[in-house]
């Protein structure tokens, strides 16, 4: 039987979400990837299975888009099968703040950092391990928080829009013990202006989880993290009002809910 004809071309996906592909596995396949958005993504042999785990930006465009599954086969010869990602949009909240302008500007110096901090982290995000480093399912990195809040939500300042809410707010108290959603490595772990002390985890195939405002962290830098290890504690610092957690995830550079995380088996 050819692969084609057993491959689904369409997969629904909506704005900041995933979308969770797997393929059967077929006699003289030795590699897969999804090319998307530019990106390459690797698939991964599981079992009798292929798998992979696709991010949809927050911002993706509302449609019919077009992806393909490059499937290279032992003797070399690579296929080329065009799939077909339905995104829907999600309606997420907008609030307009009209605010004192010395609380939307940022001195030089804070803005010179927040600028370097943003390019380092966008290319730690870039980077995509081409393996699976986690071994059960996601789990919550706050016992008994199963929802978060304020994520997509887009807000307004002065009319200026900012870039949508990219993660998601749970509550925690200081000093809550925050876990590791899933086994990975560390990537980061350190003090950022906007999110506080931050922690970074690489759980393979472009996907990363983030962990902001901590008041410790309990984790060092290229170290692997075992799911719902204690990484650090809540806490309030960076640019927040009170404490929490801002769980956020990056999926291929996508801006995903990071509950979307949960669904994968
Ligand atoms: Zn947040």
């Given at each position: 039987m050819l692969l084609a004809t057993l491959l689904l071309t369409v997969f629904n996906a909506g704005q900041g979400r995933i979308v969770d592909m797997t393929f059967p596995d077929e006699a003289g396949v030795k590699s897969m990837q999804v090319v998307w958005n530019d990106k390459k993504i690797p698939v991964v042999r599981n079992g009798s299975k292929w798998e992979t785990i696709v991010g949809i930006d927050v911002d993706a465009k509302p449609g019919d888009r077009e992806a393909a599954v490059e499937v290279t086969f032992a003797d070399g010869h690579t296929d080329r099968r065009s799939v077909t990602f339905k995104i829907e949009a999600v309606k997420f909240p907008t609030t307009e703040l009209k605010v004192d302008d010395q609380y939307v500007q940022l001195s030089p110096a804070n803005q010179s950092r927040a600028a370097r901090e943003a390019k380092e982290l966008d290319q730690i995000y870039a980077k995509?391990?081409?393996?699976?480093?986690?071994?059960?399912p996601f789990a919550t990195?706050?016992?008994?928080?199963t929802k978060g809040s304020n994520f997509g939500h887009r807000r307004v300042f002065n009319g200026q829009p900012r870039a949508p809410h990219a993660g998601s707010d749970l509550k925690a108290s200081t000093g809550t013990p925050i876990h590791a959603t899933n086994r990975g490595r560390v990537v980061l772990a350190k003090n950022l202006f906007f999110t506080g002390n931050t922690v970074v985890i690489d759980h393979g195939l472009g996907i990363y989880t983030i962990y902001a405002h901590l008041s410790r962290i309990d984790v060092k830098m290229a170290e692997v993290v075992d799911v719902n290890q204690v990484i650090g504690l809540a806490g309030a610092t960076g640019r927040v009002t009170g404490p929490h957690l801002h769980w956020a995830t990056r999926i291929q550079g996508a801006r995903v809910d990071p509950f979307s995380l949960l669904s994968i088996e």
């Open positions: 995509i391990t081409p393996e699976i480093l986690w071994t059960k990195p706050v016992t008994g928080q």
